[in-house]
């Protein structure tokens, strides 16, 4: 959709963001920042009300540093679960219609399953799919502000997204014991697809009744996971203050930054997204619109950088379906910063389970590179849980993502 005009000025008051108790006057902006999101406006899940009020929020510092932020509307999903929880009961349901043991009702359960494995395969590659149109989607939004470069030489464009919304607090996100759990049926549950559809063909063509009883091995692999997608959509958002008021609370401060100090050759858009939580929608919308206008762009991802014991962190790559990869070039001058600034105490490192708008920028065929803050034994403490809030936020963590932030930015702004 087009983008609104910018947002007019508010008041000094509203545009300093806080609330007025006294405690906060002696906190850091950054802090302000992360406690105005995560506790005055509290969970933002994807395209809620609360998700709109941090985007306001965003829009009226923005606005006050003089950037003239834009809002881009567009429409995302309100669940992260309920597109695999659909894709899940097709499957059951294809398992269902396999026990009738008649062979039209068979065909109809290989249709099924075909399509469902070909939909699902595509919404785990953040591609629009079947799932994605049965399913309801809600209004959300993305604040962008743009800062041009002082000198008269071009170069490539920076583009900076960090993500407004928040995760829901189900049971597999609840202990170690837990998330590794997941993570250990998420292949089998995919794998479980393709081999019922497999099971379906085989029985269909050779009559072997047996069949019917192998498959409620994958089939109890689906009705497990199914259980945990339902359970997950009936929790409630986490106030979010490490995952992601921080990391919109770094993109604030390298505004300022760089409203004071732009880059000397390249162009810097700063996107506030929605619906990151659910798909990676808001960023996949920017890039839809905007790319073509685009000079070459640099994508980076700014995520989750103030969690208590962590560090700053490049990602180097990230696995969920497919592997997203950081730019090996964006990782060449990012090593050179973190050993340039020891000070920061940032490290680098490959993850796997998860996505992030860094699989968005290689969707789009971007170079892009991933900030998040992970602790030196791959932890990412209070990962969409309760407890992730402005008491186990770590100020020195994220001010230190921010502080790599902008030593790259100028290692990039100096390369011919």
Request: glycine letters at 6%.
């Amino acid at each position: 959709m087009d983008e609104a005009p910018a947002l007019p000025p508010m008041q000094a008051a509203q545009a300093q963001t806080t609330d007025s108790q006294p405690h906060q006057e002696a906190e850091p902006q950054i802090k302000q920042d992360i406690r105005h999101l995560s506790e005055t406006i509290g969970p933002r899940g994807s395209t809620t009300e609360e998700e709109a009020k941090a985007a306001h929020y965003v829009a009226v510092r923005l606005e006050a540093l003089g950037l003239g932020p834009q809002r881009q509307e567009f429409f995302g999903a309100a669940s992260a679960y309920a597109p695999y929880a659909l894709a899940t009961f097709m499957a059951l349901l294809s398992l269902f219609l396999f026990w009738q043991a008649i062979a039209i009702v068979t065909i109809f359960a290989i249709v099924l399953t075909a399509v469902t494995l070909a939909a699902l395969w595509r919404e785990l590659s953040f591609k629009d799919n079947v799932l994605r149109w049965v399913l309801y989607k809600d209004p959300s939004q993305n604040v962008i502000a743009k800062i041009a470069k002082r000198g008269d030489e071009a170069r490539d464009d920076i583009v900076i997204t960090t993500h407004l919304d928040t995760h829901r607090t189900p049971i597999i996100f609840s202990s170690l014991a837990w998330l590794k759990l997941f993570q250990w049926l998420l292949p089998e549950w995919r794998v479980s697809f393709a081999v019922l559809l497999a099971m379906f063909v085989i029985e269909l063509f050779t009559g072997f009744a047996a069949l019917r009883w192998m498959a409620l091995v994958p089939g109890a692999v689906l009705l497990v996971i199914f259980a945990l997608m339902l359970q997950a959509d009936a929790t409630p958002f986490t106030k979010g203050a490490n995952d992601n008021a921080s990391g919109v609370a770094v993109g604030l401060a390298l505004a300022s930054r760089l409203a004071q100090s732009p880059l000397c050759h390249h162009n810097v858009t700063l996107v506030f997204t929605g619906c990151e939580e659910t798909g990676c929608y808001g960023a996949d919308a920017f890039f839809r619109q905007h790319k073509a206008a685009l000079r070459n762009p640099i994508h980076i991802t700014i995520d989750q950088v103030g969690g208590a014991g962590t560090d700053p962190c490049i990602l180097r790559s990230a696995q969920f379906l497919q592997t997203a990869h950081s730019d090996p070039a964006l990782l060449k001058l990012a090593d050179e910063v973190m050993a340039a600034h020891p000070e920061l105490n940032a490290h680098s490192r490959s993850a796997r389970g998860a996505y992030s708008e860094l699989n968005i920028g290689m969707l789009h065929g971007v170079r892009a590179i991933g900030l998040f803050g992970i602790a030196r034994d791959g932890a990412v403490p209070h990962w969409h849980q309760p407890t992730d809030t402005i008491e186990t936020v770590e100020v020195d963590a994220t001010t230190r993502a921010t502080e790599l932030a902008w030593h790259f930015l100028q290692v990039v702004d100096k390369q011919a």
